[in-house]
């Protein structure tokens, strides 16, 4: 017998490329292509090297009072991890321990079957429409739990509140995770639901709206006794989960309100206008709530796309998947960026 007959073998999670040369537009990862809010980039500036010798706060308390105070919910209904990438791992051990399959589209993050696999969780992947809608309907019957990305990823559709609160209802006995990576550029947040319903876990990351994907910081929302439970599991798992940095300037980031919505409002405006000059090229997609636009073209292929832009020192993202493999996911940068993006594509399209 070998000792690799024990080894856990899973299909790894593919994260988007990150390239090494510079003079390169990226718009294959959703970041911000804006900074931080200036309190972050001073406090950085002066941070004492010397607290590095310490271990970090494991309550992560200032963190947790600076959520709580932006989105007006006490400190015990908040959850906070090493990218929104670690509350929901933490949320999957946590939650997802039946025998029933856990339930989300197909088309979605694609963390969310690595994960079940990596932790033997069941799952059922249901096929979104041809348009890539949900139909809620096809989550109404028995599972392990639902899994819904709101707006979901990649294809940057959203479902309306109603929508989502109907399938919370249908399924008091599982927990509902609600993936609001994107909420912050449009979307409608489920947060004020926690207080009806307490099988909702909602989670969002400074990854994309806060500038902060380089400094992993994610949170959740839930009932008190759900976020009980998902501490339990992480001190159990690791106490010291997130650095002394990413606490400090983490809540830092989320008081500055006024540059929050500066820089989200910028994102926006610059994706109106893109969607336009796209749709204007020949691209088709459904309406982005996100800082991205998943779009595919009515005559080129989206690899002979991808290449081109690609040659072109762009980068953009694109799966291989036989649903979308025509499609392209453009991350939205500054406007500069864009209108680079436009040229480049104009010139390859004629």
Not at 87 to 110: E, G
Not at 173 to 195: K, M, N, T
Not at 235 to 259: C, Q, V
Request: charged share 25%.
């Amino acid at each position: 017998m070998s000792w690799e007959e024990n080894v856990r073998k899973v299909v790894p999670y593919t994260p988007g490329e990150q390239p090494k040369v510079k003079n390169i537009i990226k718009l294959n990862t959703n970041e911000n292509p804006y900074p931080p809010a200036p309190a972050v980039v001073e406090a950085l500036k002066n941070m004492d090297a010397e607290s590095f010798k310490k271990y970090p706060d494991p309550t992560c308390d200032v963190l947790v009072e600076a959520i709580a105070d932006f989105y007006e919910v006490d400190k015990e209904n908040v959850f906070v991890g090493v990218g929104s990438d670690d509350v929901l791992a933490m949320a999957f051990m946590t939650f997802f321990n039946s025998d029933k399959p856990v339930l989300f589209p197909d088309i979605t993050y694609s963390f969310y079957d690595v994960w079940a696999e990596l932790f033997r969780i069941p799952y059922k992947q249901i096929p979104l429409l041809d348009d890539f809608s949900v139909r809620i309907e096809d989550y109404f019957g028995e599972n392990g739990g639902v899994v819904l990305a709101n707006p979901n990823a990649p294809t940057g559709a959203q479902l309306p509140i109603d929508a989502v609160e109907e399938v919370i209802k249908r399924n008091p006995d599982v927990v509902v995770i609600v993936d609001e990576a994107y909420a912050d550029f449009g979307g409608q947040s489920v947060l004020p639901l926690i207080d009806k319903y307490d099988n909702l876990l909602v989670v969002q990351t400074f990854s994309k709206s806060r500038s902060m994907a380089g400094m992993r910081i994610g949170y959740a929302f839930g009932c008190k006794k759900l976020i009980k439970y998902l501490l339990d599991v992480k001190f159990a798992y690791n106490s010291y989960t997130m650095n002394m940095p990413a606490l400090e300037l983490g809540s830092l980031a989320i008081k500055d309100r006024a540059y929050f919505e500066k820089t989200v409002s910028m994102i926006v405006n610059t994706r109106e206008r893109v969607k336009k000059e796209l749709r204007g090229l020949g691209f088709e997609f459904a309406d982005s709530k996100t800082n991205f636009v998943f779009a595919k073209h009515k005559e080129k292929s989206g690899k002979e796309i991808f290449d081109y832009l690609r040659a072109n020192n762009i980068i953009v993202r694109r799966w291989d998947a036989p649903r979308i493999k025509e499609h392209l996911r453009i991350s939205i940068g500054t406007d500069e960026e864009m209108d680079i993006l436009i040229a480049k594509l104009k010139e390859f399209l004629g």
